[in-house]
């Protein structure tokens, strides 16, 4: 029987910022666990060299669609260089 606080079947919208931003937190997360580290640690290194605002945000779309493996392997060479440019 349900009730009429019952959730199921409605909808849950989000917004299309929220989505994105749930996405860097993946990214972020991956990326530390590609390098077996504090996912703080790669938060601070990716806001230090602007990654997440000039990088991971604008490239969402294509970002998005690649495997984690994958994912995290070129994150991690664009951290690294863009630190290298630092």
């Not at 996405?23 to 602007?50: H, P, W």
Request: proline fraction near 2%; aromatic fraction near 8%; hydrophobic fraction near 35%.
């Amino acid at each position: 029987m349900q009730g009429k606080n019952d959730c199921m079947g409605q909808n849950i919208k989000i917004s299309k910022e929220q989505i994105v931003m749930a996405f860097v937190a993946t990214c972020i997360e991956t990326t530390a666990r590609f390098l077996n580290v504090s996912y703080k640690d790669v938060y601070q290194r990716m806001k230090n060299v602007g990654m997440i605002d000039n990088f991971i945000i604008p490239n969402y779309e294509p970002l998005h669609s690649e495997s984690r493996e994958v994912l995290a392997e070129r994150l991690v060479e664009c951290l690294n260089k863009w630190e290298e440019q630092k």
